[in-house]
C-alpha cells in the first residue's frame, strides 16, 4: 500500500511535539517527565540505598532495578492493572539499555530503583520511559558517560518514517516497529528491537533515522538538564 500522508499530518521523518522537565516529584531522589505527541512517561529514582532481601546484593556492584508500568485508564481499553508479560519485558529491556551509562561498581550490595509510570499512550512508551528515565537518573545526581536516548522508527505501509503513532501501527498496512535506544556521545545502541517485517535496505535506512531523531532528543533531554542545574544555582 503507498502510504502517502501519514494520519497526522507529519512529514514521514518528522519527530512528533516534545517536552521534557526534571524535578517534578519531590520525595523522588530525581524525577523526570518526557512527552512525545500524547505519550506521557514520568520516571522517579530512589538509592542508591541498601538492597533488601539481602541475598540478591551484589558485593563488588549495585544493582539496577527498573520497573515500568502503564496505569489503566492510560490506553484506550482499560488496562488491566499491575504486572504482566509485557511490563515485565519492558522492565528488563530498560534496565539493559541504560545500564552501560552507570559505573555500578561504585554503589555495592545496594539497589538503584527506576519507577517509570505511563499516565498516557500512544505508542512509543518504552522509548518514552527510557528517556525519562535517563533523566531522572541525571537528575538524581548519578555519574552516566552519556544520556540514553531512545525513539521507535520502522515502517508504515511502504515508507520508512520516524516515530509512530498507534493509529499508524494498527492501520498502516504492514506496519514494523523498531524501538532504538543509544548513547549519542559514541553512537552506539543499547536497545535494538524489531516487531514486524522490514528489508535489510529498509532497516538501514530507518537506523539513519533513529540517529537523527535521537539527535533531536538529546539535544531537548541536555537543555532541560543545563536549565534545571541553572535553577537550583
Ligand atoms: O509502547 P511501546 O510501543 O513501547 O510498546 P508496544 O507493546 O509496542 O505498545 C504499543 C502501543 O500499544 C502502546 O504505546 C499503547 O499505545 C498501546 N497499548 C494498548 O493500547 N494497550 C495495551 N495493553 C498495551 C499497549
Redesign the pocket.
Known sequence: MAYTKRFDGRGFEEIRKMSAEVGIISRAKGSARFQIGD?IAIAAVHGPRELHPRFLRKPDKGVLRCDYD?VSFS???R?RPGSSR?SME?SHVTGKSIEPVLDLSKYPNTVIDVFITIPQ???????AGICAASLALADAGIPMKDLVVAI?VGKAGDKVVMDLT?EE?DHAEGAT?I?VAMTPRNGEYTLLQL?GDISKDELKEALVLAKKGCDEIYTLMQKTLRDSFKEKK
Do not use: H, L
Not at 499512550?121 to 522509548?127: K, L, Q, V
Open positions: 505519550t502503564m490506553v484506550s481499553e488496562k509485557r519492558i499512550a500512544n505508542a512509543g512508551t518504552r522509548c521507535s498507534k501501527e516497529d524501538p516487531d
